[in-house]
């Protein structure tokens, strides 16, 4: 019977101690990402080229209106294998534009992905390294939607973070 309270006494004194050694930290990586010039760099890059696709765009809509303007005022006595040629043409740039649309919106989030992709990983370099040097236990990221409830010891390493990738 001593035996079982002295391991169940040997057992909780561990846990109370590894539980007092737990350093967790929060992290605020939306103003982290913010701060970044990097962030603003690539954002330019992404209108630049989304410019330019509209332009294109614009050119191919005005294209399509102009096609659509010459059927409906196409006169009766226009041949049928005329008619019918400019009904096929039309219909094949409708969706020649679709799919420049879709072409478009894969292009954009392709890009996206690899301007911000080297962000992300700086700045989740940036946590690791911080994670260390401060013997954290857990690092979570401080979304609101996320975080229910937290108490000390938690601590807002957002500040460090920033330092160390040379952010205000």
Same mark, same amino acid.
């Given at each position: ?45 992404? =209108? !630049?080229? #989304?410019? &330019? ?11 399509? @209106? /102009? $096609? ?22 039309? =219909? !094949?740039? #409708?969706? &020649? ?11 954009? @989030? /392709? $890009? ?57």
């Amino acid at each position: 019977m001593l035996k079982k309270i002295l391991l169940l006494l040997a057992i909780t004194v561990s846990m109370a101690a590894s539980a007092q050694s737990l350093k967790v930290g929060l992290v605020d990586t939306n103003a982290i990402f913010g701060a970044m010039p990097e962030v603003a760099d690539a954002q330019k890059k992404l =209108q !630049d080229t #989304q410019s &330019k696709y509209e332009a294109q765009y614009k050119l191919l809509g005005e294209e399509l @209106q /102009k $096609q659509a303007e010459e059927l409906a005022n196409m006169k009766d006595d226009v041949p049928a294998a005329i008619r019918d040629n400019k009904v096929r043409a039309y =219909q !094949d740039n #409708q969706q &020649k534009l679709q799919q420049f649309e879709q072409q478009v919106m894969q292009d954009m @989030q /392709k $890009q996206q992905m690899d301007l911000m992709a080297p962000i992300t990983q700086k700045i989740q370099d940036a946590i690791q390294s911080v994670g260390k040097e401060g013997n954290y236990s857990l690092i979570q990221a401080m979304d609101p939607q996320l975080t229910f409830y937290y108490s000390n010891p938690v601590e807002d390493i957002t500040p460090l973070v920033k330092t160390k990738l040379g952010l205000k």
